[in-house]
T-cell receptor, first 110, second 112 residues
């Protein structure tokens, strides 16, 4: 039982490149979340999916798109990466009201 | 704008002492409160949740909630060097919402 998994762990992109961050959970939870964490800014919600087939914007959605592929998987896409998107990205899935986080993806955009 | 405020620290305590971490929140309708521990380079790990006024104890950890004062705290008794981490306070606002608002975290250093 891996809980929440994320790939890749690390990524370096050049400005303008695109990539997709993958998240999967094996806990059979309905909802999934994407956060970014920046020094001095705390964790900020990018997008979330309350259930399969639904997605909603969080606090900082600009520059990102998401896909809830099925109940297990929730991906985050950067269409044209910018240096401001350099961050650590966490996927989370709640059991009840308690959210459980994946190991994170450290993304650097040069 | 829902806000969750924490002192950024660092908070330094000697080994064996009690560490006291504090958090205030702006939304009076908040329903659930959580403390996460985050080691450097790692993901946040849930250590305590509290839903009603009063104290909740789990091992060396005690969470305290005062909704009237919009204040939640975490006490760590018999602090150990392994407790050195950043502690994040998170608040869930409103019935039916699963979204959390996080504070920026307090960095705790336990000095041997």
């Amino acid at each position: 039982n891996a809980g929440v998994t994320q790939t890749p762990k690390f990524q370096v992109l050049k400005t303008g490149q695109s990539m997709t961050l993958q998240c999967a959970q094996d806990m059979n939870h309905n909802s999934m979340y994407w956060y970014r964490q920046d020094p001095g800014m705390g964790l900020r919600l990018i997008y979330y999916s309350a259930s399969e087939g639904t997605t909603d914007k969080g606090e900082v959605p600009n520059g990102y798109n998401v896909s809830r592929l099925n109940k297990r998987e929730f991906s985050l896409r950067l269409e044209s990466a910018a240096p401001s998107q350099t961050s650590v990205y966490f996927c989370a899935s709640p059991r009840g009201y308690e959210q459980y986080f994946g190991p994170g993806t450290r993304l650097t955009v040069t | 704008q829902k806000e969750v405020e924490q002192n950024s620290g660092p908070l330094s305590v000697p080994e064996g002492a009690i560490a006291s971490l504090n958090c205030t929140y702006s939304d009076r309708g908040s329903q659930s409160f959580f403390w996460y521990r985050q080691y450097s380079g790692k993901s946040p790990e849930l250590i305590m949740s509290i839903y009603s006024n009063g104290d909740k104890e789990d091992g060396r950890f005690t969470a305290q909630l005062n909704k009237a004062s919009q204040y939640v705290s975490l006490l760590i008794r018999d602090s150990q060097p392994s407790d050195s981490a950043t502690y994040l306070c998170a608040v869930r606002s409103g019935a039916g919402s699963y979204q959390l608002t996080f504070g920026k975290g307090t960095k705790l250093s336990v000095i041997p």
